[in-house]
């Protein structure tokens, strides 16, 4: 019996990066191209150019998103944004948890889960991102790491949860470093992170999650992590801000004809 082909996430992160021109100017480029694609093209977006590109990507297959939320439904957080407010300005999903945020604005474990509940609660897709340090890598503690964070980003969560839920396995060590693991590694890490999930919610649902890869993505690369068995996508942050190296990896799958698992 010939296997269903897997849907397979395309996810750009933008981080701090693209005015509102820059990144209407990069979303009219991407939609003819989208539309040919077999994948799900996602972009996170800056806060301000949310509203702008999910009006110009209506009707299209590009999807809009955020790269970060509060947890409270509102309140007296200066500078915060609240679940409900990126979900009227047009986000169907948000990153949480990515190591940047980890890093330079210190957010716990316990914080991300918070915000995991309330973008649930507002049908946001959360994209929770996990990974090892570098020293962590070297003291072979990756595992442990990722089982910490995943068991603590994920706590108390119903298994209904799954089917919308996504995980990004990122290492720390090659985000923004042009240093990508190698697909050994990912294969290995992310099929840990799906026995970690069937424990926690049966492995039926722990199925229904996504999981992608994240750390120096680049057109030359991604083809390979794409055939990686279990992964189900890329989240790609330099190698997503140019149209035309982005464009090159959305492409790819189209041959690749993954399988599911
Ligand atoms: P990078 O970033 O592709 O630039 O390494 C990945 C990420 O931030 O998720």
Request: charged content about 20%; proline content about 4%.
């Amino acid at each position: 019996m010939a296997k269903a082909s897997q849907p397979c996430f395309i996810v750009g992160n933008w981080k701090m990066y693209k005015t509102i021109e820059q990144a209407t100017e990069f979303i009219e480029k991407i939609i003819p191209l989208a539309a040919n694609s077999s994948n799900t093209v996602m972009i996170a977006a800056p806060y301000t150019a949310i509203a702008p590109l999910a009006k110009k990507t209506e009707g299209t297959k590009v999807v809009i998103g955020a790269q970060n939320m509060n947890d409270a439904s509102e309140g007296a957080f200066t500078g915060e944004v609240a679940a409900v407010m990126l979900q009227e300005a047009g986000a169907q999903f948000v990153i949480l948890g990515h190591s940047e945020r980890r890093l330079y604005f210190h957010e716990s474990d316990e914080f991300i889960n918070k915000k995991i509940k309330r973008a649930l609660i507002c049908n946001l897709r959360p994209i929770l991102c996990i990974g090892e340090t570098f020293e962590e890598h070297q003291q072979e503690q990756a595992k442990a790491k990722v089982k910490e964070q995943l068991e603590k980003c994920l706590a108390e969560l119903d298994k209904s949860a799954c089917q919308q839920l996504m995980v990004s396995y990122e290492p720390r060590w090659a985000i923004g470093t042009g240093l990508a693991a190698t697909p050994k590694i990912v294969q290995e890490m992310t099929s840990y992170c799906r026995e970690l999930l069937a424990e926690m919610f049966g492995e039926k649902e722990a199925k229904k999650v996504a999981l992608l890869y994240g750390g120096s993505v680049n057109p030359d690369n991604a083809e390979t992590f794409l055939q990686v068995p279990g992964v189900n996508g890329l989240l790609i942050g330099a190698a997503s801000l140019d149209p035309d190296s982005f464009a090159k990896i959305i492409e790819i799958p189209q041959n690749v004809q993954k399988q599911v698992v």
